[in-house]
Each structure stands twice: as structure tokens, then as C-alpha cells.
T-cell receptor
Framework: GAGVSQSPSNKVTEKGKDVELRCDPISGHTALYWYRQRLGQGLEFLIYFQGNSAPDKSGLPSDRFSAERTGESVSTLTIQRTQQEDSAVYLC????????????FGPGTRLTVT | AQKVTQAQTEISVVEKEDVTLDCVYETRDTTYYLFWYKQPPSGELVFLIRRNSFDEQNEISGRYSWNFQKSTSSFNFTITASQVVDSAVYFCALIAPQAAGNKLTFGGGTRVLVKP
């Protein structure tokens, strides 16, 4: 079946602009995660959604970052007033049963802030 | 706090050599989950294995094998008879649900370069 999809695959934006990144999880997956990977570095957790529970926002680096999820489907990560340090690959993952199943990752969105 | 350390930043081998990637983790959770992911040059993370903390049995899958040792908090990964297609960045990761919820804590990754 279809995997996790993300759009756009690449985004170049000017410093100070807002951007929206989209994630479509695997159908039926209840959990959805956002991570960030800066160039040459490991992955940092940003936010996690599980069903109708309140999201775990503990990884969001600043109040310029926010995310929403519609039911158990699409999620949007929004970065307001982008800064150059926001340049990274933003990866989305989904899983079917909390942590007991592996997280399947999408191809990512490469964000470049100029 | 949870932490995953991959001390090797880059390993270069010649095809058919074996390569072992080290992973050391820290957590106070008594139940936790360990993972290995592969990130080829295309960029997409590929799940390789999940190991529960209460299952110390080692596992082999084709040319891949994993050695989980709770006594040393290590979860090492060996590629036997490496191939050029194994060239990628490999990440070790941890989920410690009691302390940190369901998020993955990643190590810094080890880049493996297999030369023909």
C-alpha cells in the first residue's frame, strides 16, 4: 500500500516568510510524528499526535513552530517568520500502535531559508 | 534523560568486509525499545529492526545481525560481507515511554561507505 507522503519535497523561502509542510500518514495509522534533520546531523523530535489525545509538543524549538492534525489523517507543520537556522529536512512518520510498532518515515521536505 | 551514542561517525570498508556499528544508550526506563534505521543517499529512512528491552535474544536477518546486551547498554549492528548497496547512514534510536513518551531519540548516525 501507499507509504507516508510529504509535500512539497523541496521548499525555498525567504527569511521572515511563513511556510506550511504537509504530511499524509499511512492509512489507518493512528500516530503521527514530525522530526527535523539538520545537515549532517541526527534527527530531532518535534511533535507527536496520537488519536484524539493532546499532542506532545515537547520538541518544538520555539513558538514559531506549530502543527495540526485533522482527525487521524493529514498533518500540517507551520513555521512562522522563518529563520536561516530553520533550514533542514523535515521528516514525518506514522505508526499503527503507539511505540510498539515501528515508525514508518516519509521522504521528507527539504526546507531552505535564504 | 534519554541518550543514544554512536561513537563512530564514519566507517569505510572494501566490499565483502564485515562492518560493525556501535550503539550505546542511556535510559532509566525498565521497559524500552531499540531501533536501527538506514538512510541511503536518497534520504528516506528505512526501518531495519525493533528490539524490546525484555528480549535479549540476538537476531540475524540475511547479512544483518544485531547484538543486544543490557549489561553494557549496547545494541550493536553488524553487516556481514558488505556490498556497495549498504553504503548509507545508519541510525540507532530509542523509545523510553515512561520517561519520554513515544518519540524516537536518535543517535548521531554512522556513515558507512562500502568501496568496490
Amino acid at each position: 500500500g501507499a507509504g507516508v507522503s510529504q509535500s512539497p519535497s523541496n521548499k525555498v523561502t525567504e527569511k521572515g516568510k511563513d511556510v506550511e509542510l504537509r504530511c499524509d500518514p499511512i492509512s489507518g495509522h493512528t500516530a503521527l510524528y514530525w522530526y527535523r534533520q539538520r545537515l549532517g546531523q541526527g534527527l530531532e523530535f518535534l511533535i507527536y499526535f496520537q488519536g484524539n489525545s493532546a499532542p506532545d509538543k515537547s520538541g518544538l524549538p520555539s513558538d514559531r513552530f506549530s502543527a495540526e492534525r485533522t482527525g487521524e489523517s493529514v498533518s500540517t507543520l507551520t513555521i512562522q517568520r522563518t529563520q536561516q537556522e530553520d533550514s533542514a529536512v523535515y521528516l514525518c512518520a506514522s505508526s499503527s500502535r503507539d511505540y510498539q510498532n515501528e515508525q514508518y518515515f516519509g521522504p521528507g521536505t527539504r526546507l531552505t531559508v535564504t | 534523560a534519554q541518550k543514544v551514542t554512536q561513537a563512530q561517525t564514519e566507517i569505510s570498508v572494501v566490499e565483502k568486509e564485515d562492518v560493525t556499528l556501535d550503539c550505546v544508550y542511556e535510559t532509566r526506563d525498565t521497559t524500552y525499545y531499540l531501533f536501527w534505521y538506514k538512510q541511503p543517499p536518497s534520504g528516506e529512512l528505512v526501518f531495519l529492526i525493533r528490539r524490546n528491552s525484555f528480549d535479549e535474544q540476538n537476531e540475524i536477518s540475511g547479512r544483518y545481525s544485531w547484538n543486544f546486551q543490557k549489561s553494557t547498554s549496547s545494541f550493536n549492528f553488524t553487516i556481514t560481507a558488505s556490498q556497495v548497496v549498504d553504503s548509507a547512514v545508519y541510525f540507532c534510536a530509542l523509545i523510553a515511554p515512561q520517561a519520554a513518551g513515544n518519540k524516537l531519540t536518535f543517535g548521531g548516525g554512522t556513515r558507512v561507505l562500502v568501496k568496490p
